[in-house]
């Protein structure tokens, strides 16, 4: 089963976990957009049939949606995680707050739910516009790089959802309920 190859995720505590997103999640998948983009602009520039340029157009609108996921995961989560490890860390109680603690900890893990949701639907609709590459069309060579590279991102994506929906998820409401964020 899929689930025992991530159990060693499990026992990860909440920072360390999310550093490992990062680093093995995060900034390949932005390498990967880096180098999906240069190839859309590599197949706009050749003269090609309409599909595969209509799909290149498709991956570039994909691709800005997916950086802007991953940004979003980089500038708000991961400093979020070392605020609440931090938190933690200091026994800090939230119900013992007189509006100082600014930190909105539920709508953390809501809006982490929410913007998995949206990316699942924009990787289907880029998979809803794949041309089949066993039709009797041929496609530039450039057309089949990059759906290879857009097929790595999608895997990429679906783990990181994997792990972020069964590991980082849980391990954020744990510490959440550490310092008695959600009594507020």
């Known amino acids: 089963m899929a689930v025992k190859i991530y159990e060693e995720y499990k026992n990860i505590a909440l920072k360390p976990f999310a550093e490992k997103l990062q680093s093995e999640y995060y900034n390949a998948i932005e390498i990967s957009c880096a180098a999906s983009k240069l190839q859309c602009e590599k197949i706009k520039s050749i003269e090609i049939s309409e599909s595969p340029l209509q799909y290149a157009v498709l991956c570039l609108n994909v691709i800005a949606e997916i950086e802007k996921h991953v940004s979003n995961r980089k500038q708000i989560y991961m400093p979020y995680v070392h605020t ?66 857009m097929t790595m991102l999608e895997t990429n994506l679906t783990e990181l959802f994997f792990l972020e929906n069964n590991y980082l998820i849980p391990k954020i409401a744990e510490a959440q309920k550490n310092i008695n964020a959600g009594n507020r």
């Open 84 to 149: 609440l490890t931090e938190k933690v860390r200091d026994s800090h109680d939230c119900t013992n707050c007189s509006g100082s603690c600014k930190i909105n900890h539920n709508m953390h893990i809501l809006d982490l739910n929410a913007t998995n949701e949206e990316m699942t639907k924009v990787l289907s609709r880029l998979q809803l516009s794949t041309l089949p590459l066993y039709s009797e069309t041929m496609y530039p060579d450039a057309y089949r790089v990059l759906r290879s590279n």
